[in-house]
């Protein structure tokens, strides 16, 4: 199991797994200080307005969220030994999908059936 890991994982998909999560990390954070910023900042006629960036920040952060939460995931397969390999069919997610996206769950096969399990 180990000798099909080590070959399925290229040290270039390891690397983009973590730039991944350099990412979402620093998309967060931004987001994370405009909240405090509106807080700070907030006046009756600027409510509304301070509102609508309350709500954008919230949708940056829950998307940052389950990004990371998906990256964070793939880090733990990586640890567990379980990374790359497909989590419904069990076959070994190709390089070149791992490298577009590296916190892959799937591989392209069961991605497409989980996609239309869940739009059903
Ligand atoms: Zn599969």
Redesign the pocket.
């Known amino acids: 199991m180990n000798f099909l890991i080590d070959n399925a994982l290229s040290p270039r998909v390891a690397a983009g797994l973590r730039a991944a999560g350099h990412d979402v990390i620093a998309l967060t954070l931004p987001g994370l200080e405009s909240v405090d910023a509106d807080r700070s900042s907030v006046t009756l006629s600027d409510h509304a307005d301070a509102m609508a960036d309350a709500e954008r920040s919230n949708l940056v952060l829950g998307n940052s969220r389950t990004l990371l939460e998906q990256v964070n995931a793939a880090l733990q397969r990586l640890d567990d030994g379980t990374y790359g390999f497909?989590?419904?069919?069990?076959?070994p997610?190709g390089e070149r999908r791992l490298e577009a996206l590296p916190y892959a769950l799937?591989?392209l096969?069961?991605?497409e059936?989980v996609e239309r399990e869940t739009t059903l």
């Open positions: 497909c989590q419904r069919c069990g076959k997610i799937y591989d096969e069961c991605q059936i």
